[in-house]
């Protein structure tokens, strides 16, 4: 196997092990034991004070692995690790993108997305931020979620809106 088919699979491996990564963190360590930098993400936008929460550390706790993975590749003969670090960061930016940028309109890149993926994605992040307790959410994935939120909604009701 070429070297650059290689390094592409084991990119590709750590940004779908990302969303694993992301679900679990999600749904045991922000909806467990720390709720208390989570919770002010799921207030409601008139009870926030200024552009940053606490839920924005966790920015670190997936940045800081894929630096230490650049570091590990960049540095020793496991040049392998460099693409795990690029793989994270990846997915880090595809979780921007989608999460800050498109669901809650943190900046103001792009506004509506049309079509069955995105609305499907919006619709389990609405249901996840329905609560706005630690206990009994649903959805915490981003990019893999339950095929019910991909289900055609009967009339009457609104299309989704922006969380």
């Known amino acids: 196997m070429a070297d650059w088919v290689f390094y592409f699979l084991v ?23 720390l709720w208390s930098w989570h919770e002010d993400h799921h207030k409601p936008r ?21 630096m230490i993975f650049y570091l590990i590749g960049g540095l020793t003969t496991h040049t392998w690790a460099l693409f795990v670090g690029l793989g994270i960061s990846l997915y880090g930016l595809t979780y921007f993108l989608i999460h800050d940028v498109y669901i809650h ?10 079509g069955w993926y995105s609305r499907g994605i919006l619709r389990a992040h609405g249901a996840h931020h329905a609560k706005t307790t630690k206990d009994g959410c ?13 289900e055609k909604r009967s009339s009457g009701k609104s299309e989704d809106s922006h969380i």
């Open 11 to 33: 990119t590709l491996g750590a940004y779908a092990g990302m969303e694993f990564m992301a679900w679990f963190t999600h749904k045991y360590v922000m909806h467990g034991f």
């Open 138 to 150: 649903e959805s915490f994935g981003l990019l893999v979620v339950p095929l019910k939120y991909f």
């Open 105 to 114: 309109q943190r900046f103001k890149w792009f506004r509506q997305l049309d």
């Open 46 to 66: 008139h009870e926030k004070h200024g552009f940053f929460e606490k839920n924005d550390r966790f920015f670190l706790v997936f940045a800081i692995p894929s």
